[in-house]
């Protein structure tokens, strides 16, 4: 049963490129927490310093920054967190609202493990595998599930002249590519790649965010989300669609963040019930297949003319804004945020209650 008055840490930033959506996401999500909860905001700024927040008395549309020296937050082996002064700061249960590296990639969730404290979403193993898009899709594929034709690329190993490689991966995975980082998040260094000389571009641009490069298949078709929740029985909730407009040929950074026109979301996607079990069944055992919990969104191409079903990736700690598809498709199955919230503290508690039983 759910604590009635609950001291939750909202843990938000961080060093990644992410770090505005962290904290759009997390001011979503204070306003949404129920007010009986006891809220601790805690930031992560650009440099990875951990600092204690005031709680605004109006919830603004994003969280902001603040680093005081004499807020500093320090995290303890075994001991939880503590401010610099030596003051400890009770919590029941840190919300590790992070997107992409350093957050929900496992490095936080380790250090949360070390320090003994509960938190919702996925554990450290199953945090670093959905973060890097090579790993999640040889998982996915030894355990059946469709995934994307791809081939990856290490930085440091590429010799051959690059004309050799663009007739190599055009010839092995078709006209149309995707260059993509293994590790990145909200599309960050993304391409899509139609002619053989823009590839070396795209590379380099890929680069920027990670040395190991998927270069994919682009399937043309829908793109489909679908959101799960859970922990020992997850649960996936009615799917929506993303239709990227205007000039964006993809849902790219810019369409998701910057272009308020950038993509029309759909919720529910307009798919018939046999599509619309099949995207739940299939979202589930990805997310199992990773060890996921507590929350994730799965991603998915619908492919145009033959209704293939191919998984393209998972977010652990997805987008939980104002205009996410995340809390948009709970709501669609039935669940409002707020209820959600409290059933992943709810989740968060008793996993880490079951962890610490094999100590």
Request: charged fraction near 25%; proline fraction near 5%; hydrophobic fraction near 40%.
């Amino acid at each position: 049963m759910i604590l009635f008055m609950a001291k939750i840490a909202l843990l938000y930033g961080g060093r990644s490129g992410e770090h505005e959506v962290s904290c759009s996401s997390a001011a979503s999500v204070l306003r949404n927490l129920k007010p009986s909860h006891e809220k601790l905001l805690i930031a992560i700024d650009r440099s990875g310093g951990w600092y204690y927040q005031d709680e605004a008395s109006q919830i603004p549309r994003t969280l902001k920054v603040k680093a005081d020296a004499a807020r500093r937050v320090l995290i303890e082996p075994g001991n939880g967190l503590t401010l610099l002064t030596g003051q400890k700061l009770h919590v029941d249960v840190v919300i590790p609202i992070l997107h992409g590296r350093f957050g929900e990639d496992g490095s936080v969730q380790g250090l949360l493990e070390t320090a003994r404290l509960p938190y919702a979403g996925s554990g450290v193993l199953a945090s670093a595998i959905g973060m890097c898009k090579e790993t999640s899709k040889r998982i996915w594929r030894d355990a059946g599930l469709p995934v994307i034709p791809w081939q990856t690329l290490h930085k440091s190993n590429i010799e051959r002249d690059i004309d050799m490689l663009e007739m190599t991966l055009f010839a092995k995975l078709g006209p149309r590519l995707f260059v993509k980082p293994a590790a990145s998040g909200s599309s960050l260094g993304v391409s899509l790649v139609t002619d053989p000389p823009q590839l070396e571009k795209a590379l380099e641009r890929a680069w920027q965010y990670d040395e190991k490069i998927l270069v994919e298949k682009a399937i043309r078709g829908r793109e489909i989300e679908c959101s799960v929740t859970g922990y020992m029985y997850p649960k996936a909730y009615p799917p929506g669609e993303i239709n990227p407009t205007g000039q964006h040929e993809f849902y790219d950074y810019e369409a998701k963040y910057i272009d308020p026109e950038g993509a029309k979301l759909m919720v529910p996607a307009e798919l018939d019930a046999d599509a619309i079990k099949k995207i739940k069944e299939t979202a589930i055992l990805a997310f199992r297949a990773i060890g996921g919990g507590g929350l994730a969104r799965v991603d998915f191409l619908l492919e145009e003319g033959s209704s293939s079903l191919y998984l393209n990736e998972i977010n652990t700690m997805p987008g939980l804004t104002s205009i996410s598809l995340f809390p948009r498709m709970l709501e669609q199955g039935g669940v409002n945020f707020t209820s959600a919230l409290d059933r992943l503290i709810e989740g968060a508690l008793g996993e880490h209650e079951r962890k610490e039983k094999f100590l």
